[in-house]
């Protein structure tokens, strides 16, 4: 369930053609954007749709940084008004495809960066940018050995040598 | 100690949920498939992602989405049954689409006990294969539910000899009422017993007439009712929108065949290349 603030009108000018939100990261800096650019998110949508029904508008607050809320910002402003096929990034034909190359600079980033980007679209509920984050991380990880996977992505070896060397830990064949 | 669920926490920024993790999975599985070398090295590819971390492990296991795809052409037939257990009641989506196509041992495990929840069967029966051409001519027999496309193609030479369920008429539907799709290169087919398949759009069965200049399953079947058969199960199929038949018609039946057996536009491709009529 998110945090809400209340804000007055006179922060949040939202009265004319193009509404406006307000949103709060985690480092408190407060982010005005145009709805429809975050139209995207579901997550806002339906937030959106609260402050409708009980006609107050609020402040969103967001459990991520400045930064990476404008990597969001950046990315829901470059498809504003674009039906993605992407949304089910599953049925996307493979192969070469405009987005897909906009996407993969967009998300040539730092590991870390890339993580935190994939979480805030996740919470946001934005499936076309959870679906190029993870094809993103997926491409990192190809054809790697596990110790590969293991460096790129800073996870640490948990298993027992005993495990890691067992079949039962491991997969046989 | 570090924690089971998310191992990383002393690393926030590196912790992905399940949910996250098993969407990079995903994706890895169709980036990076297993595969054999040419030097017959066996490579796990995506699979390796269960060996990173138990968290991970853990993740990969549990998502039995990630098994479903199974390329019985390439890895072990230990691997295969492994990748069947793990990947549960899902719909299969089983394959030997590999260059070079090879033993597929598992083939008749899968056609035996699991055809029930194949979805997509995308076969290339090899010349090491001709034993498991008489189970893939059983393929259209059992109930497949879940079945929604089938491509078989037979390098061997024994062709595979597809035997078709001896019904037609709306019973025909409890056998693939979701097939969509059927691709048979170099299979004998049997026209005679077609079925209807309520929701099949696409139909292409090719012969290569040079390697097989006889292909009829059914040579004794008086040609007219074969046609006849043949064009009734076609018009029970509304959805049928492309239609390939290329040197599977003997030119008698091929120049009979209406070009408007269909109920429904668009029939986006009719091909009447010829079998030579002998």
Known sequence: MPTIVSVDDSTVPGEGSSRLLLLVSSD?????????????????????????????????????????????????????GYYLLEDDPDAAPPGRSPVREWDQEFLDVDRNMLLRIIKAAHYLEIKSLVGSCARAIADMIRGKTTEEMREILGVENDFTPEEEHSPSSKCTG | MPCRLFPSAAAPSTALPPELLTRVFTFAVRLDPPR????????????????????????????????????????????????????????????????????????????????????????????????????????????????????????????????????TGDGAAGFAPKLRSISLYDCRFSFYRFPIYPRLTYLAITMNVNKHPYPFVELNTSQSQRLNNFISSLQGMPCLESLILQGCLPCFIAETLPRDVHHRPPQTFLSRSLWPDH
């Open chain 1, 28 to 80: 408190n800096k407060h982010i005005v954007v145009e709805e429809d650019i975050m139209s995207r998110s579901r997550f806002i949508s339906k937030q959106v749709e609260g402050f409708e029904a009980t006609s107050q508008r609020h402040a969103i607050l967001l459990p991520f940084s400045s930064f990476v809320l404008n990597k969001v910002i950046e990315y829901c402003s470059h498809y504003r």
């Open chain 2, 36 to 167: 054999m070398s040419a030097a017959m090295e066996k490579h796990l590819g995506w699979i390796r992602v269960s060996h990173v971390c138990r968290y991970w492990r853990d993740v990969a296991l549990g998502a039995r989405i990630l098994w479903r795809h199974i390329d019985i052409g390439e890895l072990s037939h230990r691997w295969h049954t492994e990748m069947l257990g793990r990947s549960g009641a899902t719909p299969l989506h089983i394959t030997s689409g590999s260059p070079r196509p090879g033993p597929i041992d598992v083939l008749p495990d899968v056609l035996d006990n699991h055809f029930f929840r194949i979805a997509e069967l995308d076969v290339v029966v090899s010349p090491e294969n001709d034993g498991t051409c008489d189970r893939l001519g059983d393929i259209f027999t059992p109930p497949a539910p879940l079945l929604e496309e089938v491509r078989i193609e037979s390098c061997s030479a024994s062709m595979a000899t597809m035997i078709t369920p001896d019904q």
